[in-house]
């Protein structure tokens, strides 16, 4: 394939990428640093910034578009499931600009561990990534683009986030992205003490990790927490993410509960239980195409 086909202007282009390094952070996450030719283009927009992550099929060893032009979309739904590449959503955890990399971390969710073959593709593929594979990456080429949803309007008192480690690429880009002082209360939710990685910020940040008891089911630790803590007065900017059903419950506590402003609450279902990425874009699908 060849690289970037949108015109220059566009927010978002894409990148051919490769694998210049791995790194384990701990039981359940690991880190890949990318690389490639063009990355000088990249402009990460820090705090949630969100991109898509093309994966070949098993059986290639890149991944292969019919179409990178505007139409990319159209033609991407219309190739062979079985050959055309695997589509998710990630975070770009940094951004580095020489040499010209960035950090992606990917929660592992069960991939690689003891039992059979665990996770779904993207954390399949990245228990096994190995230096020099290949992947396509529809990425931001302007820094002020819409796929940074972490806006706390002027007037914020202060910050409120929650998530799992799915989310926390991104509370840890939000942290690093704080103004001196801010006042921010962090959840994160996580299944090994491991797990913990440093959070460099300089806000005024209290981070509170909790570790998910096996023995609990589906218990809620960030919900049971939240329930428990004492939060600051003056006007609160809630970020929220993490799997789906959690996301919805801490949002109907933040608003109906604690009297959070709905404007002021940002959230967004990064995973959900049972379902795939394709499970959640035709629902999407569906549900536009019945407007
Ligand atoms: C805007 C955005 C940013 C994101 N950023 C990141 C990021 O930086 N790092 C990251 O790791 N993830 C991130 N995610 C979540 C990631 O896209 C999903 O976890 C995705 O489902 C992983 O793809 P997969 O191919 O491994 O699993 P899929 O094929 O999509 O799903 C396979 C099965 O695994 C389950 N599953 C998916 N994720 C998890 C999980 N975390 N724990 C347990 N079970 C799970 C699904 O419910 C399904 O049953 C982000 C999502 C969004 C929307």
Known sequence: MTATAAPASAPFRF???RVARIRRLGPSMVRITF???RLDDLASGGRDQRFKLFLPQPHQSAPVFEDLGEGWYTAWRAQDPAERPVMRSYTIREQRPDPAEFDVDFAL??????????????????????????LTVLAP????????????PPGTDWILLTGDETALPAIAGILAWLSPGTTTKVWIETGHAAD?????????????WLVR????????PVLDALRAADLPGGAPYAWI???AGTVKAVRRHLVGERGFDRRAVKFTGYWRRGATEEDLLAELTATAGGR
Do not use: K, M
Request: aromatic content about 6%; overall charge negative; charged content about 25%.
């Open 15 to 17: 990148f051919d990428v």
């Open 35 to 37: 690389t490639g030719d």
């Open 109 to 134: 969710h069960g991939a690689g561990g003891p039992g059979p073959a665990g996770g779904g593709p993207a954390s399949r593929w990245a228990v096994r990534a190995r230096p020099g594979d290949r």
């Open 141 to 152: 080429a302007v820094a002020d683009n819409g796929g940074v949803d972490f806006r706390p």
């Open 196 to 208: 913990r990685q440093p959070l460099p910020t300089f806000a005024d940040a209290e981070v509170h």
């Open 213 to 220: 008891d096996p023995a609990a089911g589906r218990g809620e």
């Open 241 to 243: 993410a993490g799997e």
